[in-house]
């Protein structure tokens, strides 16, 4: 938990997806103190045709590198979202050649109830988290 999932348009290879990801979590890991093992992500590749991702106006350039990346999680602070934000751009740009115009982000947050990480039990609220 945090849950991570990336919608991308098909053509990356297996190791540009692998890095990716690791490049993700590391943000997660950096900026949100997340434990390292903590690690929930899900990549859908979609047709070029079958993911459109607008500016809103903002004058904002998109190419076929474009990820958007969606998170539920328990509720983080305002800081905290803003300096992920920036964390994740920067290292994606640096590490896989992902402009910060390419990557979109949005959080969904939830509570310790809507979380069971197996054997049917909500492990926030047992206390074994």
Same mark, same amino acid.
């Given at each position: ?39 929930? =992500?899900?990549?859908?590749?979609? %047709? @070029? !045709? ?5 500016? #809103?106006?903002? &004058? ?32 994606? =740009?640096?590490?896989?050649?992902? %402009? @910060? !115009? ?5 959080? #969904?947050?939830? &509570? ?18």
């Amino acid at each position: 938990m945090p849950l991570m999932q990336y919608h991308v348009i098909k053509g990356r290879t297996p190791e540009e997806i692998e890095l990716l990801l690791d490049t993700a979590h590391e943000a997660m890991v950096r900026t949100f103190k997340v434990p390292q093992g903590d690690r929930y =992500q899900i990549l859908t590749e979609h %047709a @070029p !045709s079958h993911l459109k991702a607008l500016d #809103t106006g903002l &004058g904002i350039p998109r190419t076929k590198k474009f990820v958007l990346l969606h998170v539920v999680s328990r509720p983080r602070g305002r800081e905290a979202k803003v300096a992920f934000y920036e964390n994740l751009c920067a290292d994606l =740009q640096a590490k896989c050649g992902i %402009a @910060p !115009s390419d990557v979109m982000i949005s959080f #969904t947050e939830n &509570g310790d109830e809507d979380w069971s990480f197996g054997h049917g039990r909500a492990q926030f609220l047992t206390g074994e988290l």
